[in-house]
């Protein structure tokens, strides 16, 4: 329980990752633990394109960069969504900060529980990866752009069908980076009626 809850704790979103590709052992817990999520009404539509192949992942960022640099940026926009779109224009936009490897999970269109399952999946991959000292980050980009053309055609390659949502994807490989500190917490978000 203890492990858990340091697992727990301790995660963060890596953004600079070693030139090491995680083990095949320690991707199949990640996966299986995702695997145990829990899902609506026992559905378990929620499914992992795993990409380890370094020129997919070179293509997918051209394709991310390119579609992104399309797009303007609108008042209210979410502000990592506008991070995005300022990268991409810039050009050399790497949305999984060079990580080894990129799990892409989906989820059928529309599923009323299809993000909601997926989180939680994506949620157990992530602590997964932090018991084994495997750095992750959540990723939204392919989120962003799960209805975009040119990143269909391109995903459908890989077996992501029509008839799927992209819910997230997860950056994963060893962490190059110094171990951060948590952000303190925010006040009042926590309410009791008893």
Same mark, same amino acid.
């Given at each position: ?20 590709? *995680?083990? +095949? ?7 299986? /633990?995702?695997?145990? @999520?829990?899902? =609506? %009404? ?25 579609e992104?640099?399309?797009m303007e *940026?609108? +008042? ?7 991070? /995005?779109?300022?990268? @991409?224009?810039? =050009? %050399? ?27 939680a ?36 390659e890989f ?26 917490r ?5 309410q009791?009626?008893?």
């Amino acid at each position: 329980m203890e492990q858990t809850i340091q697992a727990i704790l301790s995660r963060r979103s890596i953004r600079k990752y070693k030139a090491i590709q *995680v083990s +095949e052992e320690e991707l199949g817990t990640m996966l299986e /633990a995702g695997l145990y @999520a829990p899902s =609506g %009404g026992n559905c378990q539509y929620t499914r992992f394109t795993v990409i380890q192949k370094p020129e997919v992942l070179a293509e997918l960022k051209r394709i991310v960069e390119q579609e992104f640099s399309r797009m303007e *940026v609108t +008042e209210g926009m979410y502000r990592s969504k506008v991070h /995005a779109i300022q990268a @991409a224009k810039k =050009g %050399g936009y790497d949305f999984i900060y060079n990580a080894p490897t990129l799990i892409v999970v989906t989820n059928k269109k529309g599923h009323g529980n299809a993000m909601a399952d997926s989180a939680a999946a994506i949620e157990n991959i992530l602590l997964a990866a932090t018991s084994m000292n495997i750095g992750t980050c959540w990723i939204n980009q392919l989120t962003w752009l799960s209805d975009d053309p040119v990143l269909r055609g391109y995903l459908k390659e890989f077996g992501i069908e029509e008839g799927e949502v992209i819910c997230g994807s997860i950056a994963a490989g060893y962490s190059d980076q110094p171990q951060a500190k948590a952000q303190p917490r925010k006040e009042g978000r926590v309410q009791f009626v008893k």
